[in-house]
């Protein structure tokens, strides 16, 4: 959201492939929320493209004010400036996605992080004033159970909590530009936002083709260096990685994905972690825990958790890349 530089970028393959059934279908493309959006739909003939990306834009529009860090007179940014004003639906659902996510990963994802994120130069005024010192103070803001919706309105146990949903946004917006094609009626679609995706049934009978990104730094060229390609059928895909959104200083690489427990930035040898659920917004959340988590603790996650599929990217000791994929997905994966 804003000028938020994404981590890990999907990209769509063959957009415009013919289908074998010869179905018609209509792509447009955009700019919002700091990034790219694709869209593919499924088009007999009655739907008129401009109107619908017009429909789209409004809506990404009002997502931006209710959740964008980078809109001072956002719903998100009044709050964090603890003025008093009522939360709206997007607010109140990502917030309660938030808590759902945060308690399944034991904590690795956690919009509270934001004065972490703000102190290590991550926020919207990339200026960086962490220090050793100031991290006891910081992590005491930390923390899903210091803050509660109350009668549409944030209650928090300190000031100084500040929220970040950066790390869901994306894939919830996917989500929401879905549910609005499904109530156009709209019976297959691919909606992509700066690399998060959701598909509905398949594309003329094909599975939609998402490809994944090879995670090395400053791979900046989405698809100009493929790890692999996912085929997907009424399922949402998102990715996290720290490979395009970091810093170095005194020679030490600092990623943007910062350890809620620790306050430092994750560190580990997981490169990316591409998740598969059945709402983006959630696979957001879940593949920005994951990075927190690491390679080892993702898998012990996944395997309690199977309504997830993942694809993970990792170096291993001689610093060459590794891939592990959930039992399932497999069959699914073109490496």
Same mark, same amino acid.
Request: charged share 25%.
């Given at each position: 959201m804003g000028n938020r530089t994404l981590a890990v970028f999907i990209i769509i393959i063959s957009l415009l492939s013919s289908c074998r059934d010869e179905t018609e279908y209509s792509n447009f493309t955009g700019f919002a929320q700091g990034t790219t959006y694709n869209m593919v739909v499924e088009n007999p003939g009655n739907i008129n493209i401009e109107k619908l990306q017009a429909g789209v834009e409004k809506i990404l529009r009002d997502f931006d004010m209710s959740l964008s860090l980078y809109k001072d007179s956002s719903v998100l940014s009044r709050i964090n400036r603890n003025e008093n004003v009522l939360a709206d639906s997007f607010f109140i659902e990502a917030f309660n996605l938030s808590g759902y996510i945060s308690r399944i990963t034991n904590g690795a @994802?956690?919009?509270?992080?934001g004065p972490l994120v703000k102190s290590w130069g991550f926020?919207?005024?990339?200026? /960086? &004033?962490f220090s050793e010192s100031k991290r006891d103070t910081l992590l005491k803001l930390v923390g899903m159970e210091k803050v509660e919706l109350r009668n549409g309105r944030v209650i928090k146990s300190l000031p100084g909590i500040l929220l970040d949903f950066n790390a869901i946004a994306q894939g919830y917006?996917?989500?929401? =530009?879905? /549910? #609005? @094609?499904?109530?156009l009626g709209i019976e297959? @679609?691919?909606?992509? =936002?700066?690399?998060?995706?959701?598909v509905k049934?398949? $594309?003329g009978g094909v599975r939609w083709r998402i490809g994944i990104d090879r995670p090395f730094d400053n791979n900046m060229m989405p698809g100009n260096d493929l790890e692999a390609i996912i085929n997907l059928k009424d399922q949402s895909l998102a990715t996290s990685g720290n490979y395009r $959104? @970091? #810093?170095v200083e005194n020679g030490i690489k600092y990623s943007h994905t910062i350890d809620p427990k620790t306050? #430092?930035?994750? $560190? &580990?040898?997981?490169?990316?972690?591409? =998740? =598969?659920?059945?709402?983006?917004?959630?696979?957001?959340?879940?593949?920005?825990?994951?990075?927190?988590?690491? /390679?080892? /603790?993702?898998i012990e996650f996944l395997d309690k958790h199977p309504e997830f599929e993942a694809y993970l990217i990792y170096s291993d000791e001689n610093g060459n890349f590794k891939t592990w994929a959930s039992e399932k997905l497999k069959k699914f994966i073109s490496e």
């Open positions: @994802f956690d919009v509270t992080v926020g919207p005024d990339e200026h /960086k &004033n917006s996917v989500d929401v =530009i879905s /549910k #609005y @094609f499904e109530g297959s @679609f691919l909606v992509e =936002i700066g690399g998060e995706v959701r049934e398949d $594309k $959104k @970091f #810093y306050g #430092y930035p994750a $560190k &580990n040898q997981l490169l990316s972690a591409t =998740i =598969i659920a059945s709402e983006c917004g959630t696979a957001d959340g879940v593949a920005t825990a994951c990075m927190v988590m690491g /390679k080892d /603790k993702t």
